[in-house]
């Protein structure tokens, strides 16, 4: 539970349950449609352009990884926005943006999305060193990759992870 009383959880199921508290930081994960093929390079800056331009607005991306298949994203919304509207606004700018510049057809993201509340720092930096160590778990012989993000307090996202200071320390549920 909420260590704060007046924090309200909320719960709703669509075919995944997705849970909300203002405040709250969220891993979320969501996938290609199933006959969409591997996002290109082009594609994948698309992405995560989109991911980092409401950055500090609407929300605070902490990190994110831009893969072939699939995009996990590690932030906290803001209160006026609700995440379901965030990620909507990811998915859909993205699918646009993807069928317009690269003659996409059809869906081009699955319709349901993974997310999680980040219980405790514990979890925060298990969750970021997960996003950005999975480029290199899918390729162990790549050397860089640029769609993956981390940021600190105070600095641009960026791929390299300092676990020597807390970046979320509010204990959650």
Avoid: C
């Amino acid at each position: 539970m909420p260590e704060n009383q007046d924090e309200e959880l909320t719960i709703y199921k669509r075919r995944l349950p997705h849970w909300r508290m203002s405040g709250a930081v969220y891993f979320i994960t969501w996938r290609l449609f199933p006959t969409q093929p591997e996002l290109m390079h082009d594609e994948r800056s698309v992405v995560a352009s989109a991911l980092k331009h409401f950055d500090g607005s609407r929300y605070e991306l902490f990190a994110y990884v831009v893969m072939h298949n699939h995009v996990h994203v590690l932030i906290e919304a803001r209160e006026k926005y609700p995440l379901q509207s965030i990620v909507h606004s990811w998915k859909s700018y993205t699918a646009n943006s993807l069928q317009r510049s690269f003659d996409r057809k059809d869906r081009i993201w699955q319709d349901e999305y993974f997310d999680r509340i980040v219980r405790d720092e514990e979890e925060f930096l298990q969750k970021a060193q997960y996003i950005l160590n999975n480029p290199w778990k899918t390729w162990p012989e790549i050397e860089e990759y640029q769609w993956v993000g981390f940021k600190e307090a105070g600095t641009e996202a960026r791929p390299t992870i300092h676990q020597d200071r807390p970046w979320y320390t509010k204990k959650l549920p």
